[in-house]
């Protein structure tokens, strides 16, 4: 971070951010100004070149055309990739998670390669569509409450060997291999399935985004009554019998 501003990039609104995705960004930017930041956000369509300077980059879901345009497109530009070699944080939900990987099937049933900075692959899941609320617990190593989310999608993903799984379900698909993961993170490069929007249900995920770009241990707390009922009341509904 330079000038004490916080840089805060949303990428292609235009093309990915189903699900009220774009409400991460409100959460990150709004947690980020209450402990006294300044914050620039940049919302960068899909025919605006990504700037290289961002501290965080926020990638949402979509549809799997829109899905295809936008890997052709953040391929094209290069910066993403430059941006992470410089150190930014990326959190990605969904299509933007699998766009973020070596590769998926995109709209015409054929592999496109995404950016690879995650160490996954998507492929084209054979059975029913992953659709439902999620709980899941994650890594450990992150420090954070139980997951929360949405998901809703077809594609299966698979790790590398050196992609850490961000959770491990306890209801719900996640990744879709069966194995139980669910997004993936390799670094500072973060994928999910889960929407939400995953940053209103979890708000803790946005503070972690936000300590990795300050650099810094913990941040001042916050009144987040808000957030906790929000989250009470969807594990609830996430523990309901189907
Ligand atoms: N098109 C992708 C899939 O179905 C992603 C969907 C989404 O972003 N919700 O797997």
Redesign the pocket.
Known sequence: MSDNQLRLVWIYPDLLS??GDQGNALVVERRARQRGLDVARLDVRSDQPIPTSGDIYLIG????RP?RLAAERLRRDGHLQRAVQNGAIVFSV??GY?ILGHEFINDLGQREPGLGLLDVVSVRGEGERCVGDVLADIDPQLGLPPLTGFE????VTHLGPTARPFARTKIGRGNGTGDGTEGAYNGTVFGTYMHGPVLARNPLIADLLLKLALDVNALPPIDDRWYDALREERIAAAQQPA
């Not at 879901?61 to 799997?64: N, R, T």
């Not at 809703?152 to 594609?155: L, S």
């Open positions: 189903t699900y879901g979509g549809e799997d899905q969904c299509a699998q809703n999608h077809q594609g």
